[in-house]
């Protein structure tokens, strides 16, 4: 049998031992999730429609209008910040300028803009002939995913019993493809206020006896056990 002394010793072999077990295989570099080792990158980028300010009409083109319902309909799913519309300044035709983003203005408020989204600003062109355009804009965010396929360190990976370079990689890729608003990855989507109204009718109705849960219930069970 070991005495004390010996019994220490063994311990002490054994607790280096798990020591350098665990320096060699639990390292910090190894606490990587998914996300970690797959990130998606999100980059804001700028997107821009350009109308030339037609000198022989004082009306938008059917055209122009259709470009700006769809410039609309974009914002309002992913858009943020403001929607500014940009007017040339410097040339005889400034009044042109300014009344057409007035026309802009309004056809991007009738197909849904709010006027509290809708900014202005002018450039200088400098006599330039083709400077008499309308350019409106706004900051859309695009997510990238890294790159699948990465093969390397696999018998390492195995050793460790650590999962694959690749593993989760599609699921990452997917969903930088598939949300609807990458700014959802950055930061989440404010909540605006629930609809009070609603609520109190609902409660109401349970009050008066108009709607209960048990009556729910029994239309679904009934709906189920008819096949509809």
Same mark, same amino acid.
């Given at each position: 049998?070991?005495?004390?002394?010996?019994?220490?010793?063994?311990?002490?072999?054994?607790?280096?031992?798990?020591?350098?077990?665990?320096?060699?295989?639990?390292?910090?570099?190894?606490?990587?999730?998914?996300?970690?080792?797959?990130?998606?990158?999100?980059?804001?980028?700028?997107?821009?429609?350009?109308?030339?300010?037609?000198?022989?009409?004082?009306?938008?083109?059917?055209?122009?209008?259709?470009?700006?319902?769809?410039?609309?309909?974009?914002?309002?799913?992913?858009?943020?910040?403001?929607?500014?519309?940009? =007017?040339?300044? %410097?040339? /005889?035709?400034?009044? +042109? #300028?300014?009344?057409?983003? !007035? &026309?802009?203005?309004?056809?991007?408020?009738?197909?849904?803009?709010?006027?509290?989204?809708?900014?202005?600003?002018?450039?200088?062109?400098?006599?330039?002939?083709?400077?008499?355009?309308?350019?409106?804009?706004?900051?859309?965010?695009?997510?990238?995913?890294?790159?699948?396929?990465?093969?390397?360190?696999?018998?390492?990976?195995?050793?460790?019993?650590?999962?694959?370079?690749?593993?989760?990689?599609?699921?990452?890729?997917?969903?930088?493809?598939?949300?609807?608003?990458?700014?959802?990855?950055?930061?989440?989507?404010?909540?605006?206020?629930?609809?009070?109204?609603? =609520?109190?009718? %609902?409660? /109401?109705?349970?009050? +008066? #006896?108009?709607?209960?849960? !048990? &009556?729910?219930?029994?239309?679904?069970?009934?709906?189920?056990?008819?096949?509809?």
């Amino acid at each position: 049998m070991l005495n004390s002394a010996g019994k220490y010793a063994l311990l002490s072999m054994v607790a280096l031992s798990a020591s350098a077990c665990v320096s060699a295989f639990n390292g910090q570099q190894h606490a990587m999730t998914v996300a970690e080792e797959h990130p998606i990158a999100v980059d804001s980028q700028t997107v821009t429609l350009t109308i030339d300010a037609d000198e022989t009409t004082t009306d938008l083109s059917d055209m122009d209008k259709a470009r700006l319902r769809a410039f609309a309909d974009a914002y309002m799913r992913s858009g943020h910040g403001a929607l500014t519309i940009t =007017a040339p300044s %410097g040339t /005889e035709q400034d009044f +042109d #300028g300014q009344e057409m983003a !007035s &026309d802009v203005r309004k056809a991007l408020n009738e197909a849904g803009v709010p006027w509290s989204a809708l900014g202005g600003a002018t450039y200088r062109t400098g006599g330039d002939a083709n400077g008499n355009q309308i350019i409106a804009s706004y900051t859309h965010y695009v997510a990238t995913p890294s790159e699948c396929g990465d093969w390397t360190g696999g018998m390492d990976r195995k050793y460790r019993n650590l999962r694959s370079k690749n593993f989760g990689c599609s699921s990452m890729n997917n969903l930088a493809v598939l949300v609807a608003d990458p700014h959802d990855l950055v930061a989440p989507t404010g909540v605006t206020p629930r609809d009070a109204a609603v =609520a109190v009718r %609902g409660f /109401e109705a349970y009050r +008066d #006896g108009e709607v209960k849960v !048990s &009556d729910i219930d029994s239309e679904i069970s009934t709906e189920v056990s008819g096949g509809q």
